[in-house]
């Protein structure tokens, strides 16, 4: 089944969403200010008004998952430089230079962490990735954490992510793992789903194995690309 993903970010007729009630004055300062500054970045290829409603969307989706509110911004920030990024690749505002790849699970908190951690780094800059939750969680799993850190590849910044049409649109390759809604299919994409077995609640041993699962499906991934470039 697949599921239906919200586009109101790249609408005109649709207004910067609300922050919650409980946003901090500084959390607001903040947005204003990394629209402004997003909006110099990326000026010409994606307009101001679309900026400030994905800077703003960006918090408000990310609270509602969010069980700690501190940094909330600076992630939001993030968040939302990633998604403009993407819509400005998909317009051809941006050249990409090299292959996109999504990596989709249900939580955004432990196997497409996991993926998308590996790749990049496996491939470095060759390659572009992201990585986003249908439901995204509260936090990535910290025997996630652990067990990554152990092999020598950190989560740098990692936080569950809502997935976005935007970041579906521009990837060229689409990696669904477990069982979850697929996102909208386009064409010209490669679509793949892996059976790979959940995080949550998988003890330290039970970890490791679904990494080396993962390992597994991303290196022959990463050679798929390579030779078709």
């Known amino acids: 089944m697949s599921t239906s993903l919200p ?31 997003l909006a110099r970045k990326f000026d010409g290829m994606v307009s101001e008004e679309t900026i400030e409603r994905i800077v703003y969307e960006s918090y408000t989706t990310l609270h509602r998952s969010a069980r700690v509110k501190t940094h909330l911004a600076a992630l939001a920030k993030h968040f939302a430089e990633d998604r403009i990024r993407a819509l400005a690749v998909a317009r051809g505002a941006i050249e990409a230079t090299v292959p996109q790849v999504l ?12 993926a998308s951690a590996l790749l990049t780094h496996y491939a470095g800059g060759n390659v572009e990735v992201r990585s986003a939750g249908t439901n995204p969680g509260h936090e990535v799993h910290p025997e996630v954490y652990e067990a990554m850190n152990d092999r020598g590849v950190a989560l740098l910044r990692a936080f569950p992510k809502p997935l976005t049409d935007d970041v579906v649109r521009v990837s060229d390759y689409v990696v669904i793992l477990g069982d979850v809604d697929e996102p909208p299919r386009y064409s010209g994409k490669e679509y793949l789903t892996w059976d790979v077995a959940p995080a949550k609640g998988a003890s330290a041993d039970e970890v490791r194995a679904i990494i080396d699962d993962v390992d597994t499906r991303v290196r022959a991934l990463w050679e798929e690309i390579r030779t078709d470039e």
């Open 7 to 37: 586009t109101t970010a790249d609408d005109p007729t649709v207004p910067v969403p609300d922050t919650p009630a409980d946003t901090p004055t500084l959390d607001v300062h903040a947005l204003n200010a990394d629209a402004s500054a």
């Open 103 to 114: 990596f989709v699970d249900a939580r955004n908190s432990g196997r497409s962490q996991i």
